[in-house]
T-cell receptor, first 115, second 113 residues
């Protein structure tokens, strides 16, 4: 039933490791997103992606890379984790266009803690 | 670039009372969408209400309504008959014609029993 799901919900890891967060949506949406929410609750978009275009927020380090095996999945890979990467990461999806299907649906979030 | 501003980091309301959360935005687009999202302690982001800029009528969802002032680029959220379950972080968001979403910094709402 879950519209947008993320795994894992919690991730604790050491500096320097490489980790992935998975995201899946069963809404048939065209566009998926990754957001980072820092300790001050500020929500910052990292990527938006559909089957045509990947839009990268230029402030995102290239250690972060989205990988989309198919339209329903957008995974986030993070290389060489740093302390500052600790945050809650949200996946979201939306229909690309269309006046009635523009709403973004969020996953439950993944709390990443880098030690 | 579009920006979304929420000038109230924290707000509180007595249970059963009404509270209004402010949001302003900056854009040169004429067609866009505005949203309010709620984030309770569970961290889940939940859509509360949305408004299409081409519609003059203010959106309403049960106890939640907006005051959309397009010329002033203002989009406030009114919560009537506040309930304890309304306590959460509230985010105002703007969706551009290019399908990019921009979020405000959030307003933390406390509901006092």
């Amino acid at each position: 039933d879950t519209a947008v799901s993320q795994t894992p919900k919690y991730l604790v890891t050491q500096m320097g490791n490489d980790k992935s967060i998975k995201c899946e949506q069963n809404l048939g949406h065209d566009t998926m997103y990754w957001y980072k929410q820092d300790s001050k609750k500020f929500l910052k978009i990292m990527f938006s992606y559909n089957n045509k275009e990947l839009i990268i927020n230029e402030t995102v380090p290239n250690r972060f890379s989205p990988k989309s095996p198919d339209k329903a999945h957008l995974n986030l890979h993070i290389n060489s984790l740093e302390l500052g990467d600790s945050a809650v990461y949200f996946c979201a999806s939306s229909q690309e266009l269309g006046r009635d299907t523009d709403t973004q649906y969020f996953g439950p979030g993944t709390r990443l803690t880098v030690l | 670039a579009q920006t979304v501003t929420q000038s109230q980091p924290e707000m509180s309301v007595q249970e059963a009372e009404t509270v209004t959360l402010s949001c302003t935005y900056d854009t040169s687009e004429s067609d866009y969408y505005l949203f309010w999202y709620k984030q309770p302690p569970s961290r889940q982001m939940i859509l509360v209400i949305r408004q299409e800029a081409y519609k003059q009528q203010n959106a309403t969802e049960n106890r939640f309504s907006v005051n959309f002032q397009k010329a002033a680029k203002s989009f406030s959220l009114k919560i009537s008959d506040s309930q304890l379950g309304d306590a959460a972080m509230y985010f105002c968001a703007y969706r551009s014609t290019g399908n990019q979403f921009y979020f405000g910094t959030g307003t933390s709402l406390t509901v006092i029993p």
